[in-house]
DNA sequence: TTCGAATTTTTTGTATACAAGATTGTTGAC
DNA sequence: GTCAACAATCTTGTATACAAAAAATTCGAA
């Protein structure tokens, strides 16, 4: 790991903590990283301010930068958030959603099958975001295209984790299913509907798997 | 403008693009800035790191930060965005709204009619905000009550602009008094409805002021 | 004059230096 | 042995220095 670029390094740093490299409260050093990184604290210190505001990491002043990973709550609730923006996505969508983009769910939604039939989860999760992303975009509102984006991004590490929830990749599919045809036929409700739905489940099952855990550890 | 902490800087930066001192596209210069604050360069870059993530900067590398002020289809986006972000407050919130904070909302409501008797918009404004973030509060999500505040502060000076309409402060207040009834009674789409178009309504008047802005220049 | 190449001047990006606050370790009193 | 005060060490925050890239300017040719 040398000599990146200061425009990378938060980028670096994030993929470390979403990877979880980094533990929940470790302080991020700087002159360590700054020699991993082989760079100086400049750099460094200026991709810290990025990752404050972006909640990833929590600056300290006079005592330094610690990495934030989210609680099961704060979780459950980021995914609540996600489930609301892509119904109003979905909503708006309905409206304003072009043939050509549906052809492009559709095509994503085949490509999603395969990769269950192949078992392959890495393909899945490609197709899945493509399919996503789509929506998004439709919603024919950049804004909120970015923020539901960058929301999508940040659930990234913990929305695969569930994806091995055995069954889940079928029921997913068929959600999918039933989105693109309430979008298809501009259904503005419904499609909110089926699209907070398809993602609420996934908070639950993470809960779920959150629990498990817990119960294992006790 | 003399010796502030970088802590400060990022924030009196915002002051000045909220407010309207830097035009959209102005370059923010590295050495005036730093001599009119009294500080070097370093903290100085660090602050420009945050104001690029919330968007308020773009920084173009080896060239420098410029400031991007939301255009006319930008802004009707995040209120559009923002809309909806309330609307969810609010249904979440008609579940478990508390009656403190009801009597809050009551309270807030109280002090807003007298501001508008008075023909105080300061006041009015203030005792508004409070409002909008009890609700947010009471939606049980503090990662959406966060969200829906960053969006809130951002549009301030757009929102502000807009409510010196004729008759809008008058408007605002009876759409108040709905979403109170409609919380108090515990009905979520209800709650929901009047919150979006309580704020859309918001958006429309800034069409309007960008319209007749627009024909004032031709 | 006008255009363009070469040179000078700015400006950014990063390293290093240094001061002030925080942390740790040590010593001594009880 | 415990605790507190002091000292030494480490870390952060900021200033300054310097190299490399971009912008501005100069100068010469058509």
Do not use: W
């Not at 109003?88 to 095509?107: K, N, P, T, W």
């Not at 089926?194 to 809960?207: D, S, T, Y």
């Amino acid at each position: 790991m040398e000599q990146r670029r200061a425009d990378n390094i938060a980028e670096a740093l994030e993929e470390h903590i979403f990877s979880g490299s980094f533990q929940d409260g470790d302080r991020l050093d700087e002159v360590r990283l700054a020699e991993q990184f082989g760079v100086s604290r400049t750099p460094l210190r200026e991709a810290f301010q990025r990752l404050a505001l972006s909640g990833l990491v929590e600056l300290v002043p006079r005592r330094g930068a610690f990495v934030r990973q989210p609680g099961p709550i704060e979780l459950m609730e980021m995914f609540e958030v996600m489930a609301e923006l892509e119904a109003v996505c979905g909503r708006l969508a309905a409206m304003r959603i072009s043939e050509e983009a549906l052809d492009d769910l559709r095509d994503a939604n085949a490509k999603c099958q395969k990769a269950v039939d192949a078992r392959d989860t890495d393909g899945y999760y490609t197709e899945n975001e493509r399919f996503h992303k789509t929506i998004y975009r439709q919603s024919g509102n950049r804004f909120l295209e970015q923020e539901a984006a960058k929301l999508h991004k940040r659930l990234k590490p913990f929305r695969r984790q569930q994806l091995k929830f055995r069954g889940r990749m079928a029921q997913s599919m068929a959600e999918h299913e039933a989105i693109v045809d309430a979008l298809a036929t501009g259904k503005p409700e419904e499609s909110a509907n089926a699209l907070r739905n398809h993602v609420a489940v996934q908070g639950e099952k993470f809960h779920n798997l959150m629990a498990s855990l817990k119960s294992k550890a006790e």
